[in-house]
């Protein structure tokens, strides 16, 4: 076995999510874009033979530890074998903003299941290790998958998809959204119509949208307002049911010019949309 390995841990958008009904235990049906992002952690693995167990080098502020989906990953690895697995420290180093909607614990995980099923040489197939990133979080399966993909039922039923690889100016307002309050708002849609393929934005892109969106602009002024300011150069949208928006350029070098117009104070980062995931690519050269 290796002593170690480090894998990057890539932000997802969500560039649209329709939600098109409300199951009888309360969740919603969605219908989704997710594509990756050249941009995320990164996470490192060190075997420690001599000392068992999973453990992170150093805790994630407002996380505990066995609440983190990082340790719970590794933990579920560690009880499908009957080996006797050496121990591993983690360490994490953050750059995806908490509750932005950009799928940073989701990834993580994602990262953990593929990173320590390679370290270990356990040898599990992806459709196994996305079974188990399910029971951690809807969002965990297209990670460990790792192509672009149409997703529909809370989100974990993925068809491969190939949107346009552009460039994104990514906005993290400075607010923190509160998901259940999002999805219990009386003026949410729950009815859009479903779609019967995954598209790619051919025609009419106005025809997605994020319907979470105008109860946030609503419950959250700093998204408001970042909505308004992205969207005097193009589209702008919030992901998924976080805090963050993005516009979407065709160019590296016009995003940077509206990257650098930004107003004072605001933070994000620019990168590119990739259609298959930067930790897919890392562990291909590893083999």
Known sequence: MSPGISLPSPAKLNLFLHIVGRRPDGYHELQTLFQFLEYGDELSFTLTPDQPGVRLASSIPNVPDNDNLVIRAAKALMTLSDKGLPGVTITIDKRLPMGGGLGGGSSNAATTLLGLNHLWNLGLSNDELAGIGLTLGADV?????????????VGEKLTNANPPQDWFVVIKPACNLNTGKIFSEQGLTRNTPRIKIAP?????????????????????????????????????RLTGTGACIFGRFPTESAARIIWESKPSGVTGFVAKGVNISPLHKKLAELK
């Not at 399966?141 to 039922?153: D, I, L, T």
């Open 141 to 153: 399966p297209v990670f460990v998958r790792g192509h672009a993909a149409f997703g529909e039922g």
């Open 200 to 236: 790619a934005f051919e025609g009419d892109a106005s025809r997605y949208r994020n319907d979470c969106e105008g109860v946030v602009r609503k419950l959250y002024p700093e998204v408001n307002q970042s909505l308004e300011w992205l969207s005097k150069f193009g589209p702008a």
